[in-house]
């Protein structure tokens, strides 16, 4: 496909009805030629296009999408392309767009088509024709318009061109149907697969997007939010902003005319409901895909501390290089990688005690996680996230916790203790310890790991939700605030994950902030016991405004100042 040759065949010959119902030149709109742009990109690199696509409502893809598989399919030889949308509506409007293409092209331009009673436009010799002259030669390639909940839809053909339509609203076989038409599109440079939708809560899109954002599949995501489409404005009659519309306009460079057109919207199109106004027509992914049932946290703090770190890389990231002879671990040495299990935000400060909690794969889930917390801030300083073996994940761990100054380890002891037996074989000498009570002597018992109970889920949670309302600045992960948003109270008011979803960094975040709030690791930097540490009139007030507990956790983050 040569992407110039396209852009200006859409621009020069196709034509397409707006809103109001006129057939007009097409022209690219701002969002058309961004995606456009990224297109282009993908299209030099010589590699298969793959584009995922989330998006306000009303941008305009798929009729650039459309544009782009006419130009394919009508100018080539055996090119087939399919089309395939939510509903038998939008399924019989992306079919009109094709053959309104057709018809208003200029007649030399115009391929041979032939008849069909399906939704395809074939562009071969018509039948008669061909029998009567049989050395007539058409295109023999066709685009093909389905609806998305047929069984088999789209397995029988072999597709250079597919678009996928509205993908989050395809229902419970989106799973596979996508996955079946994707067998069938081949993996050379000249196919070409966008998939495209606005969001519905959690479900195969999100997860497509998830994976495409963290890399694991070979989809470049591209979000349009909804204030860069230029049409969205309204005329400014004076009303005074409200404290999220100043915060929109000045983390967005919003005009006037368009936060106009965003009270507009939210009082007519969507019911006077504004999150399902961000749901629609979101300003950022994590506003698109609102969560379906009541987040534990605070989202708005959430999405907020997303958008202030969002440019905000860490530091490195990377994995652990060691020597292990079966009994120690030895020569480590850190290596870059950007594909690596650990992203590093703060490094190690010289003597500062650091806590590193995790939660092991294990109860469905398939990610080992771990987060490093600085026992004098609070602050998170590293996060371990991955797929591999639990020998790995146990040997990566070591050589974390070494890194950040002998670290106090505690990782979750519900499912595999292989990880914490492994820890204390290799010899590390800071692990946490639990006491439980002996049922049947009634001593007390120690062991290593952070054992998550129906009592310590609540308070470890509880936690949890404190931080994110009051110090989400000492979050600096977006992956783990991102989980976040889709951990919820389910229907009897337990807090998880929400289904489909995984919360897996969320409870490692948890368990290492139990660690942080523990006496087991230093809350002081070596021979700084006896300095009395200096506290401003407002740190005073909130001590003086505490209860005991409250008290003792004011000191272990600000320091001792008696």
């Known amino acids: 496909m040569n992407i110039h040759k396209a852009i200006d065949y859409i621009q020069s010959v196709l034509k397409i009805k707006t809103k109001k119902g006129k057939i007009v030149p097409f022209r690219l709109n701002e969002p058309q030629n961004k995606l456009y742009g990224v297109i282009k990109q993908e299209w030099k690199k010589g590699k298969?296009?793959?584009i995922i696509i989330l998006k306000a409502r009303q941008m305009g893809f798929s009729t650039l999408t459309e544009g782009i598989i006419f130009h394919r399919t009508a100018t080539k030889d055996n090119v087939n392309s399919f089309i395939i949308a939510h509903t038998e509506e939008a399924t019989n409007n992306l079919f009109n767009m094709s053959k309104l293409f057709y018809d208003c092209l200029p007649g030399r331009l115009q391929p041979e088509r032939q008849a069909s009673n399906s939704k395809e436009l074939i562009f071969d010799i018509p039948t008669q024709k061909a029998r009567s002259n049989p050395e007539l030669e058409g295109l023999k390639s066709k685009i093909k318009c389905a609806t998305a909940g047929g069984k088999g839809v789209g397995r029988s053909d072999t597709v250079l061109n597919l678009h996928a339509s509205e993908v989050a609203f395809w229902g419970d076989n989106a799973k596979e149907t996508l996955n079946g038409l994707m067998q069938a599109v081949p993996s050379t440079n000249n196919s070409m697969v966008i998939i495209e939708s606005t969001a519905n809560g959690f479900n195969y899109f999100k997860e497509l997007w998830d994976k495409a954002v963290n890399g694991e599949n070979d989809f470049v995501p591209v979000f349009f939010a909804w204030f860069e489409l230029e049409e969205y404005k309204k005329p400014y009659d004076g009303f005074e902003l409200t404290a999220e519309e100043k915060e929109l306009q000045e983390r967005f460079d919003l005009s006037l005319e368009q936060l106009s057109w965003r009270r507009w919207c939210i009082k007519n199109n969507c019911g006077g409901d504004i999150e399902l106004f961000k749901q629609e027509y979101p300003s950022t992914p994590e506003e698109a895909f609102i969560s379906?049932?009541?987040?534990?946290?605070?989202?708005?703090?959430?999405?907020?501390?997303i958008n202030d770190i969002r440019t905000v890389k860490p530091i490195k990231r990377g994995y652990f290089a060691y020597t292990n002879d079966g009994l120690q671990i030895t020569d480590t040495e850190w290596v870059d990688d950007e594909k690596g299990y650990i992203s590093v935000y703060e490094e190690p400060k010289e003597n500062c005690p650091y806590v590193l909690g995790g939660d092991t794969a294990g109860d469905g889930s398939d990610y080992f996680t771990g987060h490093v917390i600085?026992?004098?801030?609070?602050?998170?300083s590293a996060v371990f996230w991955g797929k591999l073996d639990e020998d790995e994940y146990t040997r990566q761990i070591y050589c974390l916790g070494m890194y950040y100054n002998n670290a106090l380890i505690g990782l979750e002891a519900n499912f595999s203790t292989y990880p914490i037996r492994e820890l204390e074989r290799l010899g590390y000498t800071k692990q946490y310890v639990r006491e439980t009570p002996d049922t049947y002597t009634h001593s007390i018992k120690k062991s290593f790991g952070y054992l998550t109970s129906s009592k310590t889920r609540p308070v470890m949670i509880a936690e949890l939700v404190r931080i994110v309302r009051e110090d989400?600045?000492?979050?600096?992960?977006?992956k783990t605030l991102q989980e976040m948003l889709s951990f919820?109270?389910?229907?009897?008011?337990?807090?998880?994950?929400?289904?489909?979803?995984?919360d897996d960094l969320v409870m490692g975040l948890a368990i290492a902030y139990q660690l942080y709030m523990s006496n087991q690791q230093s809350h002081e930097l070596p021979g700084k016991g006896n300095r009395k540490a200096r506290w401003e009139p407002d740190q005073w007030e909130d001590y003086y405004n505490a209860d005991t507990e409250q008290r003792r956790l004011l000191i272990a983050k600000w320091g001792d100042p008696f």
Request: charged fraction near 30%; aromatic fraction near 2%; charge should be negative.
């Open 374 to 380: 600085d026992n004098l801030t609070g602050v998170q």
């Open 48 to 50: 298969p296009i793959r």
């Open 488 to 502: 919820i109270r389910n229907d009897k008011g337990r807090p998880e994950a929400e289904t489909g979803q995984h």
């Open 472 to 478: 989400i600045e000492m979050i600096n992960d977006i």
């Open 292 to 305: 379906t049932g009541a987040c534990v946290f605070d989202k708005n703090n959430i999405i907020q501390r």
